[in-house]
């Protein structure tokens, strides 16, 4: 059995509120699929933005296959995401209102061997609901120590 690949965003939680989560193929090369079941992407500053009604992702960092030839991808393209006409209608029209972005969450291989970003509709926090989400994973953490006890 393959080894499971996910690969998350953590700071995306910290820094953004989700609204909506959706899950979204992504169109690759062959070298790029490689590197994801390698474990070699990235998603930090990973965010999704409209071109002639078609979503992008940009900041998405697959790094070269290891074995590539003169093929191989450049790590940081834009790369197109796979979505159904009425989803990519709605995102489009929730992402026009102010103050709301896509950003992704985590890239996984599914049972097929497709690869997958799951993408969030997300609004961004601002400095004291940051401060407020850490006040608040503290307390949770004094509780179940206290409970363990």
């Given at each position: 059995m393959q080894k499971s690949i996910n690969?998350?965003?953590k700071k995306a939680s910290f820094s953004y509120e989700f609204i909506d989560k959706y899950i979204a193929?992504?169109?690759?090369t062959?070298?790029?699929?490689?590197?994801?079941?390698g474990g070699k992407a990235n998603l930090i500053d990973t965010y999704c933005y409209y071109v002639d009604h078609e979503l992008y992702v940009r900041g998405l960092n697959?790094?070269?296959?290891?074995?590539?030839?003169?093929?191989?991808?450049?790590?940081k393209r834009d790369r197109k995401l796979l979505l159904t006409r009425r989803e990519l209608n709605k995102l489009e029209r929730k992402v026009s209102?102010?103050?709301l972005?896509?950003?992704?969450?985590s890239l996984f291989i599914n049972e097929k061997g497709w690869a997958k970003l799951e993408i969030a509709l997300a609004k961004g926090?601002?400095?004291f609901d940051k401060r407020e989400n850490i006040k608040k994973k503290d307390v949770e953490r004094d509780m179940?120590?206290?409970?363990?006890?």
């Open positions: 690969i998350k965003n193929g992504i169109k690759l062959g070298t790029e699929i490689k590197s994801i079941r697959i790094s070269e296959y290891t074995y590539g030839t003169h093929y191989n991808h450049e790590p209102e102010k103050g972005t896509i950003v992704a969450l926090k601002q400095e179940d120590r206290l409970k363990k006890r």
